[in-house]
């Protein structure tokens, strides 16, 4: 975990302390770090908690920002409400990652939900975020809805006989190296989607999506088109991690993109939870499913 201590930049009663977010780019961001949290290595990855000064709390593994807390709510509630506003009566969650909990957190508030099984790879990194993270999960692990197993995502979809409305992948990125990295293919896909409903729907995290950084969002697309009739990309600006953030959500019966403003609001209505929410409702919603035209532009490549 890269930590680097230099000369005061920001304020002098401020310590010398900075987290350097190296991602696969030409680029590095840098947040000035108030105190270390936890810092070191779990069985299968780097882990570290940090308090910064602008974004609260931060999460990192392997030397990338995966949530902060002031804004982690804008990730984690576009990653989870579309899909379960989209299905009509959502009962049983399958989330694959999400070692912070508030993936789970966001499902359970839908009133409908009677099971969420959540799969992480990493007991060690979940411990220290159900220690640690208290204003992401908000318990939620202790909910007894919610059954926790720690084993591999695919080998969990490859053996299981269990049916799930929906099922959200809340995994780091793909990277050349890492235990995500069996988990962002055609095969890992056509598993999760043979544990899905009729209705069901799948929903994942999918990386950068801007005219200029596409690729990997791009890759994922594209496979879930081969296996899917409907999928959707839509995105949203999560400002600690300096990116507008891409998600891919599929399924065979319904286009969530054109779900209009009107019955978004009226599902959440009707579910009792539109004042548990802070960023997401329905113009919420059709503002994450309308796309700049340079990235309609990208989306509308052919597959070469």
């Known amino acids: 975990m890269i930590f680097e201590e230099r000369s005061n930049a920001v304020k002098e009663s401020r310590p010398t302390m900075w987290f350097n977010d190296m991602g696969p780019w030409n680029e590095a961001h840098q947040f000035a770090v108030e105190k270390v949290i936890f810092s070191g290595r ?43 506003v989209a299905h009509p009566n959502p009962r049983s969650v399958l989330v694959i990652g999400g070692g912070e909990g508030a993936t789970i957190r966001e499902v359970l508030k839908h009133p409908t939900i009677k099971r969420v099984v959540m799969v992480d790879i990493d007991r060690e990194l979940v411990e220290l975020c159900k220690q640690h993270l208290d204003g992401w999960h908000h318990n939620s692990f202790d909910d007894p809805r919610v059954e926790l197993i720690f084993t591999d995502g695919g080998e969990f979809v490859a053996r299981t006989k269990e049916r799930f409305d929906c099922t959200i992948i809340d ?9 995500a990295l069996a988990l962002y293919t055609e095969d890992f896909y056509r598993k999760v989607k043979a544990c899905l409903t009729e209705s069901g729907l799948l929903v994942i995290q999918a990386m950068e999506l801007t005219g200029l950084d596409y690729a990997d969002h791009l890759t994922v697309r594209r496979t879930l088109e081969r296996i899917f009739r409907q999928v959707n ?33 009226k599902v959440l209505q009707a579910r009792g939870i539109e004042g548990a929410l802070r960023y997401y409702d329905g113009q919420t919603h059709n503002h994450l499913f309308t796309l700049t035209k340079d990235v309609r532009a990208v989306l509308a490549q052919k597959s070469k």
């Not at 995994?171 to 235990?179: A, I, K």
């Open 171 to 179: 995994l780091t990125d793909t990277l050349d190296e890492g235990p």
């Open 42 to 84: 779990t069985q299968f990855q780097e882990v570290a908690i940090f308090e910064t000064y602008e974004y609260g709390e931060m999460l990192a593994i392997d030397g990338l920002v995966q949530s902060a807390k002031d804004d982690e709510y804008i990730y984690h509630e576009s990653l989870v409400n579309p899909a379960l």
């Open 233 to 265: 990309s839509y995105t949203a600006f999560v400002p600690s991690f300096w990116s507008t953030w891409g998600f891919v959500i599929a399924n065979d019966s319904v286009d969530v993109s054109q779900i209009s403003p009107k019955e978004v609001d």
